[in-house]
């Protein structure tokens, strides 16, 4: 990989927060970033209540809402691809940058290889023997509303299992890419809340996705604290990118954006409900 100048980036770590803040407070802050009010960001969050979250054009009919709303579980489209993911039991990170940030030029997968390095440092500082995968496993392309059943091309895995997901997006004002490491729990409740045309799909849905996923607990034998993930994240992108990592929080103007982008979108139906 290329030399990287060094640089400096905020660290913002956020309390746990409703699915709907969390986009919100993630695009507030790209079209910060874009407008040179904020530097590049890593940022490190949680959500509570458990979300379930549909890439920005899966179909809302994937989702079986009225099993959904008796968990008590969100539901957000994120403004990045992908499939669903259940954020319950994780710590989720965010990378964003202005467009002239060195880490996330070039193509889509150059981007997503520079912070890869980190991803991978961060998991070996915890004990994980990850590898990258190169390419899809026979059979990726079949459709999958689960993020997490399918491992695809560049993914961080371990024993050829999907550990990391992440999705990127690109705009004028920058690239944000988010991801989730699932710390630990059970994989398989997502698919009580995916619509299947009957029981016996779901029960083999079940089974691949653990076939084909995990959780750092589930590798291990044993729990991983939330901080001690946090402060993987940060020692990682440190050392593997070059550079200075400044803890501050949010400004009032992207908590101000990031409120608006809540009630006019990302807690919208509108928004949440489309495609259909």
Known sequence: MEALIPARWRLLVTPPARGAWNMALDEAILEACGRGDSPAT?????WQ??????????PVTDVDLERLQARGWDLV???????????TDEITYSVIAPPGEARISGTVLEAYNRLAVALVETLRLLDLPVEIQERPQPGNKDPNPVCFEVPSTYEITVRGKKLVGSAQARRRDGVLQHGSLPLTGDLTRIL???VFAEEPARFAAA??????????????GRGIA????????????????????LSAPATQTELDRAQELVE?????PDWTQKPK
């Open 226 to 245: 939330w901080d001690a993930a946090a402060e993987a994240f940060e020692t990682a992108f440190q050392s593997q990118l070059n550079l200075e990592l």
């Open 207 to 220: 089974r691949r996705l653990l076939e084909r996923a995990t959780t750092v607990e589930g590798v291990l």
């Open 42 to 46: 890593l940022r490190l969050y949680a």
């Open 192 to 194: 009580q809340v995916l």
């Open 49 to 58: 209540p458990a979300c379930l979250s549909l890439g920005y054009a899966q």
């Open 264 to 268: 006019r979108k990302y807690a919208h």
């Open 77 to 87: 489209r994120r403004p990045t691809g992908g499939r669903a993911v259940l954020h």
